[in-house]
């Protein structure tokens, strides 16, 4: 089955070709943070505050569009590289934002997960993390994934590392123990969107991404809006996705 001629209303109800769960998986490179807040004479650090903003309009407004699953790349484990100032003050917006969205999540109906290793995080955001994940665990209208000190390869890594001497696998056991690796589960991307003007996947969800519809944007993040998100869903939905198979026209 294809998207391509679904209306963005007709995509919350309808079966997605490839997302396991009903509704699409949008999963966000949000790109662009720091160049905002240089452009403007800004700290590096207020441009990621403006992203965290950019974050939360995102989120409110994906399940009307069709969006079962948001996926957001928060800190790459290669962002390890930068500043430790960079970097905290971005795990310090990240143990604010479950804070102060928490109680708000439960009411949307939002459940929070975290991908990525948890074992460099400090113990308070750890701990943080967990009591929003349990107190959320029930949201069934979004199902909300930050990706934090996340790398695709290392998780691809350990799930295959679980697989060490078996000698039949399936390429659904595989993405099972992927899932567990990530603990925030792992279902099909269907979009993948990147702002900030670069057009690479920088090693987030490889595995997911193998057949997902890619849509790369100059704005950066902080400008991203609900409209943005909308605009993408709509060229998504007229892409035509075939999977390796001939589009139906040719088909027949
Ligand atoms: C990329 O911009 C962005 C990041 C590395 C951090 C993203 C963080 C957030 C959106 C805030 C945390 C999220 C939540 C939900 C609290 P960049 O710094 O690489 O920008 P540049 O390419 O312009 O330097």
Request: with cysteine; net charge positive; aromatic share 8%.
């Amino acid at each position: 089955m294809l998207m391509h001629h679904l209306t963005i209303q007709q995509i919350s109800t309808a079966q997605p070709a490839i997302a396991q769960a009903p509704g699409l998986h949008v999963a966000i490179i949000s790109d662009g943070n720091g160049r905002w807040a240089t452009s403007r004479g800004l700290p590096r650090s207020a441009g990621h505050r403006a992203g965290a903003e950019s974050a939360r309009r995102v989120i409110q407004a994906a399940p009307r569009l069709g969006i079962h699953t948001l996926t957001l790349f928060a800190l790459s484990s290669a962002n390890w590289k930068r500043p430790a100032a960079e970097v905290n003050a971005i795990l310090r917006l990240l143990h604010e934002y479950l804070f102060t969205e928490t109680t708000h999540c439960i009411d949307e109906g939002v459940r929070l997960s975290l991908i990525g290793r948890r074992d460099r995080l400090p113990a308070t955001l750890r701990q943080a993390i967990a009591d929003s994940e349990a107190a959320t665990a029930k949201g069934t209208r979004l199902h909300l994934r930050l990706a934090v000190d996340y790398s695709a390869r290392e998780a691809i890594y350990h799930a295959a590392c679980r697989f060490y001497k078996v000698t039949e696998l399936s390429p659904e056991s595989f993405s099972n123990v992927l899932a567990e690796v990530h603990r925030g589960g792992s279902t099909e991307v269907d979009l993948l969107i990147r702002t900030g003007g670069e057009q690479r996947l920088s090693d987030f969800l490889l595995w997911e991404c193998a057949f997902a519809e890619f849509v790369f944007l100059q704005k950066r993040w902080p400008d991203f809006t609900a409209a943005d998100l909308e605009a993408a869903v709509r060229e998504f939905g007229q892409r035509e996705r075939t999977r390796g198979a001939l589009p139906d026209a040719i088909a027949g």
